[in-house]
């Protein structure tokens, strides 16, 4: 289903990067500014994060996708506490958490803002909005692990959003999906972590449906989806691991109302790249006019690096 046109390289994590908190990052998302963000510094915005605490949410500018990085300066420009005003005297927060991790960039254009949805803690996905990429104001709570009914989810996180209209939705304008872990006392993992649907017609006010879009096999965990749109209809591309342990990248076919219609396939195993210490995750397609490139995550849980190649991606 992929074929590689190059070698893999490392990509951003092989710079010095002066936040480096944890010596672990997860979970890239690239923004293309052109046309979006008037004297944008370069072309792309890219978001990342370390998970483990403090986390945060960082930045970096790009014209290049195989060049340097010019990070932001005051990374985490989205730390794990965010002070309503920091220019009165006073307590109140928008929120003070463990971490705050997974960051995901897209363009609003009924708000003419970027947003960037991201976790902290697991159970709550946030968001913050930009005009500039740089400046950023919190949005609020978009949904939490209580968000769908009948689960008893403990951890809502990981979201990616994208413009689609379900056809039996005729509001819905964004579909957002994530990871739902369900608990279970006793499982090595605390649980099965399943990918969840919401839509919205705005990306803010989310309505969350009470139904898995992808449960992965028995012992493993499903995590970092992205909707992306091939020849034959809509997949999903995310990674299937075991918790401290192996895991690859796979992609799931599904139809317009976000529901899977046919076989989960392999899209890249961790045998096929010696150094990844057996797993490969956080799977990120991007097309920059000419190429299409494949960024993931390589490496042992919470102790990861980043990688890209050129890509073709076909159905079959």
């Not at 004297?39 to 978001?47: S, V």
């Not at 506490?81 to 960051?103: D, G, I, Q």
């Not at 895991?247 to 890249?268: F, H, I, Q, S, W």
């Amino acid at each position: 289903m992929i074929s590689l046109l190059e070698d893999p390289t490392p990509f951003l994590t092989d710079q010095t990067l002066a936040y480096d908190p944890t010596g672990e990052w997860m979970f890239p998302s690239l923004l293309d500014t052109t046309g979006i963000v008037p004297d944008a510094p370069a072309r792309w915005l890219l978001a990342y994060s370390p998970h483990d605490a403090p986390g945060g949410i960082c930045f970096a500018w790009g014209d290049d996708l195989d060049g340097e990085w010019k990070v932001f300066d005051n990374n985490p420009v989205i730390a794990k506490t965010w002070v309503r005003n920091p220019n009165k005297h006073h307590l109140s927060n928008f929120y003070e958490v463990s971490h705050v991790a997974s960051p995901h960039l897209i363009w609003l254009p009924e708000r003419q803002r970027i947003a960037c949805y991201f976790h902290g803690e697991n159970d709550t996905t946030r968001v913050a909005f930009s005009q500039d990429g740089v400046n950023w104001e919190y949005g609020g709570v978009m949904l939490t692990a209580n968000s769908f009914l009948g689960w008893r989810l403990d951890e809502c996180s990981y979201a990616r959003v994208f413009p689609h209209r379900l056809p039996d939705q005729p509001a819905c304008r964004y579909v957002l999906l994530a990871l739902g872990k369900q608990p279970e006392p006793g499982a090595d993992a605390g649980g099965t972590r399943h990918i969840f649907m919401a839509w919205s017609p705005d990306g803010i006010s989310w309505m969350p449906r009470s139904e898995a879009v992808i449960t992965p096999p028995v012992g493993w965990q499903a995590c970092s989806p992205q909707l992306i749109s091939l020849e034959d209809g809509l997949w999903i591309l995310h990674h299937f691991d075991i918790m401290n342990g192996p895991g690859n990248l796979y992609a799931t076919p599904v139809n317009d109302y976000m529901r899977k219609r046919g076989e989960t396939r392999l899209l890249m195993s961790a045998e096929d790249r010696p150094d990844a210490e057996h797993r490969l995750a956080d799977p990120f397609l991007v097309d920059d006019g000419t190429d299409t490139h494949l960024i993931w995550l390589e490496g042992a849980r919470l102790n990861g690096s980043f990688a890209r190649a050129r890509v073709k991606l076909t159905a079959n």
